[in-house]
């Protein structure tokens, strides 16, 4: 081999290792990406829905949004950075969903079903056995907070006030899911899809926003800052899981739950301010 071809072999080698250290980073940071949503008025609620989906108007401000939920890997540079301790794993009690809620000895984020469980190879799939505190301290880390209710419905539903993320055509029309969702007769884990329980985040691309949200609907619940019921000190949650039917994916539909305790069912996203 000439010396000239050595260099231009060099510098290919080089531009190669380049674009793999520019793709690496670009995975790396990929789930911590912001989606700006232009703010605007819409009908939250759902007059066919529960009884809390009450219907109203409601203006929301500009805002950011996380494109994906956290995940297993995103959460652990979280901790790794400030030694956080989840309330899972101060309590030594998660909650995992086996026909009921169930109460499991030391379930946590690194063992969503209990001991036995693992993340590992689930790197990529939302963190789950997070409470509402763990989900606010890793967005304070982040520089971000968590949505409110209104931006959250407002992310998945538009102006149009769609009732699912991607539309009004249920997550299983046309033979193809759109999200992440459990048996028609709510509630257990499907296998149809490939995933028992959480799915990668981003897999169901056919199910995002217009704005490129992915997984509002289904995989996990996410958790916001809002207040759920009045005079009951727990938490909005939102978008319905992996185990929920398509009626609990709806973009109206609320439910709740204490702000320091962790479900195998629920993860999160954070939002930003402009």
């Known amino acids: 081999m000439t010396y000239l071809s050595k260099l231009m ?28 949503i232009p703010g605007g008025t819409f009908t939250m609620g759902d007059a066919k829905g529960e009884p809390d989906e009450v219907l109203r108007r409601v203006t929301v401000k500009s805002f950011r949004l996380m494109r994906f939920e956290v995940s297993n890997r995103d959460f652990a540079k979280f901790v790794a950075a400030r030694a956080h301790v989840s309330d899972a794993e101060r309590s030594g009690i998660g909650y995992v969903w086996r026909d009921k809620w169930r109460a499991v000895k030391n379930a946590d984020w690194r063992h969503p079903q209990g001991p036995g469980s693992t993340i590992l190879g689930l790197e990529d799939h939302p963190v789950v056995q997070v409470s509402a505190r763990d989900a606010a301290a890793y967005c304070r880390w982040s520089r971000l907070r968590l949505p409110n209710e209104q931006e959250w419905e407002f992310a998945a539903r538009g102006p149009e006030a769609r009732k699912y993320p991607w539309g009004n055509a249920p997550p299983e029309a046309g033979g193809e899911r759109l999200a992440k969702f459990g048996t028609l007769a709510c509630c257990a884990p499907h296998l149809q899809d490939g ?28 958790w916001t800052v809002s207040l759920y019921k009045t005079g009951r000190n727990w938490q909005a949650i939102r978008g319905g899981g992996w185990g929920n039917n398509p009626y609990c994916l ?25």
């Open 250 to 274: 709806r973009a109206s539909y609320r439910h709740g739950n204490p702000p320091d305790i962790g479900l195998d069912m629920v993860g999160f996203r954070c939002a930003g301010d402009l």
């Open 195 to 222: 995933f028992e329980r959480t799915a990668p985040v981003g897999h169901f691309a056919k199910g995002r926003t217009d704005h490129g949200l992915f997984d509002l609907a289904g995989n996990v619940w996410e």
């Open 9 to 36: 072999h060099m510098v290919i080698l080089s531009a190669a290792s380049l674009l793999l250290i520019f793709a690496s980073a670009y995975a790396a940071s990929s789930s911590k990406a912001l989606v700006l």
